[in-house]
């Protein structure tokens, strides 16, 4: 959960950063957020390299490695002078840091610890997106306030290392069982991934996530500053946005909990149209506190949603034995999606002068993503054709519903 929450360092707390520093440099929030589209080069170059290499030498090895550089990579945004090229470099750089501890490493050490209660074992592990969304908004308005911008970056990257780093060292493995020895599961052959990627399963998981991931994520990488936009002061924008991070954490741990019990599309039809509440309450009402906060609520929940049901499906459906290079290829695209959703967000932004279009734009991007989870095929249905079905790409018979 820790190491999850690693992931969001910054693009949890870019809102509280972007107002000072675009005040200082004269920057558009287009150039600001332009520089996030390192992490969709860095997501779909370096995620499936990154899924092999999990595969191949286990999720701890590929997580000691990548503490030292995401602190440091964080660390350095703070050097920034104002020289638009350089800030877009130093992204880049913190997010080569960011890929070596991206969600696929937890997550596959996960999948393979778990079988009993796999969905709330995804779902706390994956809390720690809300956990960061709750906490580092408000630590960096905190750091910002107290020390300015320039010392905040390192300040949030030290608050994560200080707990993270000795819990991974202590405590973080790959498997409770060791069945294989470690040269064994090294020259293994791994089953072809290329049928899964062409799948029914995959294409649509990767769509509705896509899609849903594009407006939801753009929608809360600038909700302090449009919280700030429609009246509200930078530590209210923060408290509320923090409320947004606990209801994330609640929202997973009851999605996990509801996975293990409820249908899982169903489930997740109904949490992929929450984000729609949330615009209609900030386009009507967003001035006022109660609606804010209602708003933030709504967005929390599906946002410590989304990934667990994605991801318990996954999960279900794919070959162990190559999950970390399906799974990264998947998130690969989320990143992509979620960074793209923050880049057009400061487009519309610098061209209205106004977040109402962000705001309208959510709506039919949640629905349809909506629509492509209900298209994922039943874990139980028969394949359409030989090759196609997801369960029979991995060599295995369909899992029966429970």
């Known amino acids: 959960m820790l190491g999850v929450a690693g992931t969001g360092l910054f693009s949890m707390s870019s809102g509280v950063f972007m107002d000072e520093m675009i005040r200082e440099f004269g920057w558009s929030r287009t150039e600001f957020s332009s520089a996030m589209t390192a992490y969709v080069i860095v997501g779909l170059i370096g995620l499936p390299i990154l899924g092999r290499a999990i595969d191949r030498f286990g999720s701890r090895a590929v997580a000691l490695a990548g503490l030292l550089?995401?602190?440091?990579?964080?660390?350095?945004?703070?050097?920034?002078?104002?020289?638009?090229?350089?800030?877009?470099?130093?992204?880049?750089?913190?997010?080569l840091g960011i890929l070596i501890i991206s969600v696929p490493v937890w997550i596959t050490a996960v999948i393979a610890r778990f079988r009993a209660s796999r969905g709330l074992a995804i779902a706390v592990a994956l809390a720690g997106t809300g956990l960061g969304s709750a906490t580092w908004p408000i630590l960096a308005a905190f750091y910002v306030e107290h020390f300015g911008w320039r010392l905040a970056f390192p300040a949030l990257a030290l608050s994560w290392a200080v707990l993270t780093v000795p819990l991974t060292l202590l405590f973080f493995h790959d498997s409770g069982r060791r069945t294989v020895s470690a040269i064994?599961?090294?020259?293994?052959?791994?089953?072809?991934?290329?049928?899964?990627?062409?799948?029914?399963?995959?294409?649509?998981?990767?769509?509705?996530g896509g899609l849903f991931i594009g407006a939801s994520y753009g929608l809360l990488m600038h909700f302090v500053p449009i919280l700030r936009w429609s009246g509200h002061d930078l530590a209210t924008s923060a408290?509320?946005?923090?409320?947004?991070?606990?209801?994330?954490?609640?929202?997973?741990?009851?999605?996990?909990?509801?996975?293990?019990?409820?249908?899982t599309r169903w489930?997740?039809?109904?949490?992929?149209?929450?984000?729609?509440?949330t615009s209609l309450l900030l386009l009507q009402a967003g001035s006022v506190l109660p609606a804010a906060l209602a708003a933030a609520i709504l967005l929390?929940?599906?946002?410590?949603?989304?990934?667990d049901i994605l991801t318990y499906i996954a999960a279900r459906r794919f070959d162990q034995a190559v999950f970390g290079s399906i799974y990264s290829v998947?998130?690969?695209?989320?990143?992509?999606?979620?960074?793209?959703?923050?880049?057009?967000?400061?487009?519309?932004?610098?061209?209205?002068?106004s977040y109402a279009p962000v705001l309208t734009a959510v709506i039919p991007l949640a629905?349809?993503?909506?629509?492509?989870?209900?298209?994922?095929?039943?874990?139980?249905?028969?394949?359409?054709?030989?090759?196609?079905?997801?369960?029979?790409?991995?060599?295995?018979?369909?899992?029966?519903?429970k």
């Open 330 to 353: 998947i998130q690969s695209v989320f990143a992509g999606m979620s960074v793209g959703g923050s880049i057009v967000a400061g487009a519309l932004f610098d061209v209205n002068n």
């Open 300 to 307: 929390g929940l599906s946002t410590g949603a989304e990934t």
């Open 69 to 95: 550089p995401t602190v440091a990579g964080m660390s350095l945004l703070g050097l920034t002078n104002g020289n638009v090229w350089q800030w877009r470099f130093f992204i880049l750089i913190q997010a």
């Open 239 to 263: 408290m509320i946005a923090g409320v947004t991070g606990v209801c994330t954490i609640l929202g997973r741990i009851l999605t996990g909990f509801l996975l293990d019990l409820l249908p």
């Open 367 to 401: 629905l349809l993503g909506a629509v492509f989870l209900a298209l994922v095929p039943p874990a139980g249905d028969p394949p359409l054709k030989r090759g196609a079905d997801d369960d029979a790409v991995s060599g295995k018979p369909a899992l029966s519903p």
């Open 267 to 277: 489930l997740g039809m109904c949490v992929f149209l929450l984000p729609i509440g």
């Open 184 to 208: 064994s599961a090294i020259t293994t052959p791994k089953p072809p991934i290329g049928p899964v990627l062409l799948s029914r399963t995959f294409l649509c998981l990767a769509a509705s």
